[in-house]
């Protein structure tokens, strides 16, 4: 299946850019894989906080994993577990390749049990599997950003459905 | 009591021997910044095949430093969590197998928890440091972590607060990429800013993030985000073809030496302020314990010796040595648990995230 044309459309705020994040994570399930991409302060991390509120997580928990290059976000035991699922936080800007995944533990298997949202997703994007939801992210005059998404696999067919629910204004 | 201690959390590869959980007889830390500095902070093979390769030869050197033999060790210690899992299952792994074939305790640490001991370290035979005074405020500074804690005479630490995005560390590495001042961010960037004025002609007043009016947090992507439009200008154009009007590159000198020293100014203001709505807010302490790489930054340390001095805390920073990551503090505060009884078996689990 051929990738869908790019699409690009514009966030206002750092809030914005999280609410989109939002919109995108209550459509997740295990074994999705969001990749990441853009400039340093081009709200990566800001995305990924919206990303974890939409999947029923705390997004307190979210912070960035550049020194680390994984950070697992996990439900409250307290949780019902249907409604919230493990967030997998990868950043690839201290790694060199896909190879190098592998001493993260993180394989195919891992990503199976979770979401996983990769920033600087483009070093390791052979390691992150046929079905990707890709957005990347650019500044833009007056603190807006640019986000344009790109979807393989089997996102490529429901590319309009997502672009509905991650441009849609207000519920 | 002599206890060996192991640390595989990240980047260093680290062993050192510690007696009595303060005196260091050898501290000796394989670090991958000449690595990374070659990549620019890429880690450019796998950190847990280095770890690998290094921490045997470092083992041995730590023990022949010390001039102990392993027969003599009473305790194994190592950093169990947080870190990478790959990178930690090194050094646990070889922590148990050492705690085996020695058939001594075994003790797992919290990387985090060994950060707030490492301002009780002293070189073997240098007189002891006063401990502090409990309960007492910590504060740990790192490239992977920035947190508070209120800490309690039985060793526990409760975090009060913690970074919502970047942790400072990580924000000195990311302005150091803006600046072009080299890595690891860190000491190029508080270099840089010795010779520049953070009020400048010119230089913008970086934001001091303090979130919500009660909030114990830190951020420090608004201000990596300033920084950014403060080098190269706010972007120009529409959509995807927006760009800078400028590169690091048509900066002068003493403009990169002056965003330096305003970034330093912003960072480690955000820091104090945060200290002080602590005191404002908790149960009154009597110290203030630091810990982590960015606690061998001047500015901060210069900050945070005013800071208590006015309100009348004694305050642990750790020596230059023991800020960064090392085992000496795995080593040292593993003397608490050992005192206690506190022993692992050899089930001891790696764990990506931080228990306290």
């Not at chain 1, 976000?73 to 936080?89: G, V």
């Not at chain 2, 210069?302 to 023991?322: D, V």
């Not at chain 2, 090392?326 to 001891?348: P, S």
């Amino acid at each position: 299946m051929n990738p869908q044309p790019p699409t690009t459309w514009v966030t206002v705020s750092a809030q914005a850019t999280t609410a989109c994040g939002q919109r995108l994570g209550a459509l997740l399930q295990p074994g999705d894989v969001v990749a990441l991409d853009g400039p340093l302060g081009a709200g990566k991390t800001q995305f990924v906080r919206g990303l974890a509120a939409g999947l029923g997580l705390d997004p307190g928990d979210v912070s960035s994993p550049t020194f680390v290059m994984m950070h697992e976000y996990e439900p409250d035991e307290a949780d019902d577990a249907k409604t919230s699922c493990t967030l997998f936080h990868l950043d690839a800007y201290r790694i060199g390749g896909s190879d190098d995944l592998a001493s993260l533990g993180f394989d195919a298997e891992l990503r199976a049990t979770g979401v996983s949202v990769v920033e600087w997703s483009a070093r390791i994007d052979d390691a992150l599997g046929p079905d990707v939801i890709h957005l990347a992210l650019a500044h833009g005059p007056h603190d807006t950003r640019t986000l344009t998404l790109s979807a393989r696999g089997r996102w490529a067919a429901q590319a309009d459905t997502l672009l509905t629910t991650l441009t849609e204004t207000r519920p | 009591m002599l206890i060996l201690g192991l640390e595989t959390s990240c980047d260093e590869t680290a062993a050192a021997v510690v007696q009595d959980g303060v005196a260091v007889c050898s501290n000796v830390v394989a670090t991958q910044h000449d690595l990374h500095q070659r990549y620019a902070g890429v880690v450019p093979e796998i950190a847990s095949r280095a770890h690998l390769e290094r921490l045997m030869p470092v083992v041995q050197d730590a023990l022949a430093q010390a001039g102990v033999a392993a027969g003599d060790l009473d305790a194994i210690a190592v950093g169990n969590r947080p870190g990478l899992v790959g990178s930690l299952i090194v050094g646990v792994s070889a922590a148990k197998a050492l705690a085996w074939s020695l058939d001594k305790p075994l003790i797992g640490v919290d990387h985090v928890r060994a950060h707030l001991h490492a301002a009780q370290l002293v070189d073997a035979g240098d007189a002891p440091v006063a401990g502090p005074t409990y309960p007492a405020l910590g504060l740990v500074v790192s490239g992977g972590h920035t947190s508070l804690y209120q800490l309690s005479e039985d060793g526990s630490a409760t975090r009060l607060g913690r970074t919502i995005d970047d942790a400072v560390g990580e924000a000195y590495d990311k302005a150091g990429v803006l600046l072009n001042a080299g890595y690891p961010g860190g000491p190029n960037v508080d270099k840089l800013a010795q010779t520049g004025d953070p009020h400048g002609p010119d230089i913008p007043a970086l934001p001091i993030s303090m979130l919500s009016a009660d909030s114990l947090d830190f951020s420090f992507s608004g201000l990596k985000t300033a920084l950014l439009y403060a080098v190269r200008g706010h972007p120009e154009g529409r959509g995807k073809s927006a760009t800078f009007p400028r590169s690091i590159d048509d900066l002068s000198d003493t403009r990169r030496a002056d965003l330096a020293a305003a970034f330093q100014h912003a960072a480690s203001q955000a820091v104090v302020r945060k200290l002080g709505r602590a005191l404002k807010q908790g149960p009154q302490v009597h110290a203030l314990v630091v810990g982590g790489g960015v606690s061998a930054n001047s500015e901060l340390r210069k900050r945070l010796t005013a800071f208590a001095q006015e309100h009348q805390l004694s305050l642990h920073l750790p020596a230059m040595a023991y800020c960064v990551d090392n085992a000496a503090m795995i080593a040292g505060y593993a003397a608490l648990r050992l005192a206690q009884g506190d022993t692992d078996d050899l089930h001891l689990p790696v764990l990506a995230t931080s228990r306290t």
